[in-house]
């Protein structure tokens, strides 16, 4: 049980883990705090908050528990401004969706209170952003990925994995650098591929006539072209290294299917095809069995 959730950043995330957090007894009162005060407004209004902060370190102030929910470019603005009152017992986590640069501006802004921080990113959202959609149930079932580093102290880092699994959540741990490869790869690039997708179509004189024509595999492919033009733009800079490169696997794995194509080769072609359709039968199965830390 916390006493009090110092919670910076009153949308989507932050919003749904106020609440979860409220739902399942574990926090006594909210202090929110966003970059707009008609946000935070709203979010008290709504019951996501108890009290408005008019400033991340006031959101802080008293604080046993802390979640950045920003956009990860203001990760290191956002350290800046609460550092002072970041104390060695307090739980201080983010849900950023790049750890490595997160980790960095951790590194270089709390120095002695570094132990404080357990980087955290929920493998969950939603293409609508605010607090309006935040959601109670937004975490349940889902993953976290934690990447302590060697600061992390033992006591904030089981402290964070009692806090997601109460949630619902299944913690997985593992190093900022492989948590941003792995990401880039099942995350970003798949974002990536959906904007130009959508890019692609939309770019084309009969682009809307082929759209009227799109049905459920197409809905499903692009449904994450809709997510935040703001957020994905921060998320796909920080992770830019990794992502090129799955990019450029990516483009290889095309360029494969396209000379196949042009080479009339059915039986080759099937065979590209089936190995993809085996592997995603595959990992449909391994990924709705029972998840260990």
Not at 7 to 27: E, N, Q, Y
Not at 87 to 108: I, Q
Not at 111 to 124: D, K, N, W, Y
Not at 173 to 187: C, G, I, Q, R, T
Request: hydrophobic share 45%.
């Amino acid at each position: 049980m916390f006493e009090q959730l110092g919670l910076i950043g009153c949308g989507l995330m932050g919003g749904s883990f106020a609440l979860a957090l409220k739902r399942a007894g574990l926090v006594k009162r909210v202090v929110g705090y966003s970059k707009s005060p008609s946000t935070t407004e709203r979010a008290r209004q709504l019951g996501v908050i108890d009290m408005e902060a008019p400033s991340a370190l006031l959101a802080v102030s008293g604080a046993d528990i802390v979640l950045l929910a920003v956009p990860v470019a203001a990760t290191e603005d956002t350290l800046k401004a609460i550092r002072h009152l970041v104390t060695p017992d307090m739980l201080l986590m983010d849900v950023g969706s790049t750890k490595r640069d997160v980790v960095d501006a951790a590194r270089r802004v709390l120095r002695e209170q570094l132990g404080s921080f357990v980087p955290a990113h929920p493998m969950t959202g939603r293409e609508v952003a605010g607090v309006e959609h935040a959601d109670a149930d937004l975490y349940a079932g889902k993953q976290v990925i934690l990447t302590p580093i060697e600061r992390t102290r033992t006591a904030q880092l089981q402290k964070a994995e009692a806090v997601w699994t109460a949630l619902g959540c299944r913690v997985v741990k593992m190093s900022p650098e492989s948590h941003d490869a792995a990401v880039a790869a099942v995350s970003h690039l798949p974002h990536l591929l959906a904007f130009a997708l959508m890019n692609s179509i939309c770019g084309q004189p009969q682009g809307s006539e082929y759209l009227s024509l799109a049905g459920p595999g197409f809905r499903d492919f692009s449904r994450i072209a809709a997510g935040d033009p703001h957020v994905w733009r921060d998320i796909l800079i920080a992770n830019r290294e990794e992502l090129l490169a799955q990019s450029r696997h990516f483009l290889s794995s095309l360029q494969d299917l396209e000379q196949t194509i042009a080479s009339g080769n059915a039986d080759a072609l099937e065979g590209l095809i089936a190995q993809a359709s085996q592997a995603r039968a595959q990992w449909r199965m391994t990924s709705t069995k029972p998840h260990h830390t």
